[in-house]
């Protein structure tokens, strides 16, 4: 029972190149969000999806774009990585009856 | 404008009870959450609140008064373990979650 998946958990990127971070989840849950989560702050919602096919901007979408392509996939992009994008960022899902998120483990991005 | 604010850190002895707060301004309220967060890991889900009143869950009591704004999180009997971050999270009129910074819990011996 894998839950909500996340890969890669550790990267390191040079400011201008450009990576996907891959969420799965296997719950069969509508909904899945990116979150990033910084030092002294909150989880900041990134972008998020309410179904197949669907997204959504949420408080901090710039310099990101997303894709759910499949139900259980939400890829997340970094076009051109600059170092405020150094960060740790949460993937999670819910289903449609419940509020309750179901966090991946994160992946740990660093940009210099 | 949106607002979750719980304290920043926060001491306590092992065995004790402890008491983290959580005052929230949100544009429309459809549940409060509390989520658990050791360093290092994902944010695991403890307690759901959308009436008044307490929620209690083993050693894990939550209370919620929408007229206040408020919520506290009570933890009985504190364990070692227990050593963690502590987020307050409130569902808007739109269904998101908006989240409080965390009130980093440290349990001494």
């Known amino acids: 029972n894998a839950g909500v998946t996340q890969t890669p958990k550790f990267r390191v990127l040079k400011t201008g190149q450009s990576m996907t971070l891959l969420c799965a989840q296997d719950?069969?849950?509508?909904?899945m969000y990116w979150y990033r989560q910084d030092p002294g702050m909150g989880l900041r919602l990134i972008h998020y999806?309410?179904?197949?096919?669907?997204?959504a901007k949420g408080e901090v979408p710039d310099g990101y774009n997303v894709s759910r392509l499949k139900k259980q996939n939400f890829l997340l992009g970094l076009e051109s990585a600059a170092p405020s994008q150094t960060s740790v960022y949460f993937c999670?899902?819910?289903?449609?009856?419940?509020?309750?998120?179901?966090f991946g483990e994160g992946s740990r991005l660093t940009v210099l | 404008g949106q607002n979750i604010d719980q304290p920043t850190e926060m001491t306590a002895t092992e065995g004790a009870i402890v008491q983290i707060n959580c005052t929230y301004q949100?544009?429309?309220?459809?549940?409060l959450f509390w989520y658990q967060q050791h360093a290092g890991e994902a944010p695991t889900f403890l307690s759901y609140?959308?009436l008044d009143g307490l929620e209690e869950k083993g050693r894990f009591s939550s209370f919620l008064s929408r007229s206040k704004g408020y919520s506290y999180l009570l933890l009985k009997e504190l364990q070692m373990k227990d050593s963690a971050s502590y987020l307050c999270?409130?569902?808007?009129?739109?269904?998101?979650?908006?989240w409080g910074a965390g009130t980093k819990l440290i349990i001494k011996p």
């Open positions: 999670a899902s819910r289903g449609t009856d419940t509020g309750e998120l179901f």
């Open positions: 719950m069969n849950h509508e909904y």
């Open positions: 999806s309410v179904g197949e096919g669907t997204t």
């Open positions: 949100t544009s429309g309220f459809n549940g």
């Open positions: 609140n959308v």
């Open positions: 999270a409130v569902m808007d009129s739109n269904y998101q979650l908006i």
